[in-house]
């Protein structure tokens, strides 16, 4: 079916203000991750869920970040008064786990500005 | 112990050349190094990945060579291709629990025709 689905493609905000960036995985995949993009940076960690087991939520920037994800489906990264070094590229990726391969299958992501 | 060192930073290749890129990792329990390629506008896509039982892993153009004693791999694209431009990074992860990737900084290739 359709790959990893993430909306919105942009979002400017203002400083101060919340957001909220959705990730729709493929479907049967029980394992997501989000990832952050800065500029000119590698891809940073942020936080894992694999079915109903806690997330790990060790790459989690600052308690203004939260994510969930609702019927092991869909998850939602919330960043609460962003601030503008939150701008960047918000990736999301899922994967089938119990595979010795670990392919993780990419959103085209979020860009978030932050003004 | 967590990063992974990526260089270079960026890269300009002729048609037909090798590319060559590389990375060095500190923490020994990695067990698990894919590449990924980005076109702009995209998420990355799993281009190959090798586990350290390997020494090379070889598919169509593109090749992993890796290093353990020096804790090194590289990605070698072999007759490079215009089509090839795109931001390469390499990864490394533990496969346990998380499963989680730790990033390169990412090599900007631009192969010209």
């Known amino acids: 079916g359709a790959g990893v689905s993430q909306s919105p493609s942009n979002k400017v905000t203002e400083k101060g203000k919340d957001v909220e960036l959705r990730c729709d995985p493929i479907s049967g995949h029980t394992a997501l991750y989000w990832y952050r993009q800065s500029l000119g940076q590698g891809l940073e960690f942020l936080i894992y869920f694999q079915g109903n087991s806690a997330p790990d939520k060790s790459g989690l920037p600052s308690d203004r970040f939260s994510a969930e994800r609702t019927g092991g489906s869909v998850s939602t990264l919330t960043i609460q008064r962003t601030q503008q070094e939150d701008s960047a590229v918000y990736l999301c990726?899922?994967?089938?786990?119990?595979?010795?391969?670990?392919?993780?299958?990419f959103g085209a992501g979020t860009r978030l500005s932050v003004l | 112990q967590q990063q992974v060192k990526q260089s270079p930073q960026s890269l300009i290749v002729q048609k037909g050349g090798i590319s060559i890129i590389n990375c060095a990792y500190e923490n020994t329990a990695f067990d698990y190094f894919p590449w990924y390629q980005q076109f702009p506008g995209k998420g990355p896509a799993l281009l190959i990945a090798?586990?350290?039982?390997?020494s090379e892993k070889k598919e169509g153009r593109f090749t992993i060579s890796f290093n353990k004693s020096a804790k090194q791999f590289s990605l070698h694209i072999m007759d490079s291709q215009p089509g090839d431009s795109a931001t390469y990074f390499c990864a490394a992860s533990l496969l346990g629990a998380t499963n989680k990737l730790i990033f390169g900084t990412g090599t900007l290739l631009a192969v010209q025709p």
């Open positions: 990726a899922s994967s089938i786990r119990g595979l010795a391969k670990n392919i993780q299958y």
């Open positions: 090798i586990r350290p039982d390997v």
